[in-house]
């Protein structure tokens, strides 16, 4: 610190430098000290040289010499108590700016203790919902897991009717009718999928400029999966899209919650990653469709229980997407809590903005 310097400290270097022949200088006499304010170095400096100059002169006096020894021994006690008093007055100087700077010193302390104490809040509020969007996702993970093996069941059963049809030319007038209603609600779904999907690409385009590719990656998976009758699966998609803009827009007012946004992002790829695993098995699927269509090996007896069967998995992914829009409101609230309680956030840098998102 500046306020550990003391004019004795300046003087013995200068009388070092001035003895090696060098001109006593701010930038030489803080590099031997190592510290040192500016005016309080400049001062000390400026003292020296004036009792400097006054001994050399007082040693180049002729009367001087001519002095009794008694007298020069006087004269010199006299300058030196004259320095003393001088290097007394620096010192004190010295000591009031020295206290100034530690009273400084323990009000930033103070300050900075009270910023410690609002980012560790703000860390423990961001930690707690982290942890429920943890959870949120998690669940989301369970449902898209069971959703899927019931997709795979209806696509047995799907298989199955297939090869009754052609074993049983007295229930194709009725197997007709069913197929004609099932494609009815299917493309009903499919349209008001197609509908709010579109919606959402209209309110979202401004925002999410830079991801053109993934949503143009989105509707080609929505065609696959209104083919293979994945509806439910890509309407949790589309939220799951909703909810990662409205992180991005979290993310934007505070740089905490910009890892609960690529959390939700990871998870987005991991579903994509489970619905391209989901198109790879429907394809298969139908593959196998077509495969079973020629050996007419089932029953016409077992006709009527597996409608039964198709009728009670229709309620049950009912219910499954009741439970999912569910899970999405309670993250919506979520999110809503989180932007209400996060403190203001710092001005964005100008620089990259993460994975794209806006």
């Not at 030196?80 to 009000?107: C, G």
């Not at 093996?149 to 696509?155: E, G, K, N, T, V």
């Not at 979520?334 to 996060?342: F, M, P, V």
Request: aromatic share 2%.
């Amino acid at each position: 610190m500046a306020s550990a310097v003391t004019y004795e400290m300046v003087e013995a270097v200068c009388n070092h430098l001035a003895a090696t022949g060098q001109s006593p200088t701010y930038l030489k006499v803080h590099q031997h000290l190592g510290k040192g304010s500016t005016r309080i170095v400049s001062a000390y400096i400026r003292q020296w040289r004036e009792a400097h100059a006054l001994s050399q002169a007082l040693e180049r006096d002729p009367l001087f010499g001519e002095w009794p020894e008694a007298l020069q021994l006087k004269a010199r006690s006299l300058f030196d108590a004259l320095l003393a008093l001088s290097a007394e007055a620096a010192n004190a100087s010295a000591d009031t700016q020295r206290q100034r700077f530690e009273e400084r010193e323990r009000e930033l302390a103070a300050a900075t203790q009270a910023a410690d104490q609002r980012t560790a809040d703000a860390h423990a509020r961001l930690r707690s919902e982290q942890a429920e969007t943890e959870r949120l996702t998690a669940e989301l993970k369970s449902l898209h897991a069971a959703d899927q093996a019931r997709q795979a069941m209806i696509a047995d059963l799907i298989a199955q009717r297939a090869e009754q049809t052609a074993r049983l030319a007295e229930a194709a007038a009725r197997l007709d009718t069913l197929r004609a209603e099932h494609a009815a609600q299917v493309q009903q779904l499919a349209d008001a999928a197609v509908a709010e999907r579109q919606r959402l690409l209209d309110e979202i385009r401004l925002e999410q400029e830079r991801a053109a590719g993934e949503r143009e990656h989105l509707m080609r998976q929505t065609d696959q999966l209104r083919q293979d009758h994945v509806v439910v699966v890509e309407e949790l998609k589309q939220k799951l899209v909703r909810l990662e803009g409205a992180l991005a827009g979290q993310r934007q007012k505070n740089e905490a919650l910009e890892t609960r946004a690529a959390a939700l992002a990871s998870a987005r790829q991991q579903l994509e990653g489970e619905m391209e695993k989901l198109t790879r098995r429907a394809a298969g699927l139908e593959e196998e469709v077509a495969r079973q269509q020629t050996r007419q090996v089932a029953d016409a007896a077992q006709l009527g229980s597996r409608e039964a069967q198709l009728a009670m998995l229709a309620q049950q992914l009912g219910r499954e997407t009741k439970r999912a829009e569910e899970a999405e409101k309670r993250l919506l609230t979520l999110l809503r809590q989180a932007t209400s309680t996060a403190p203001p956030a710092a001005p964005a840098p100008t620089g990259p903005q993460g994975d794209g998102e806006s």
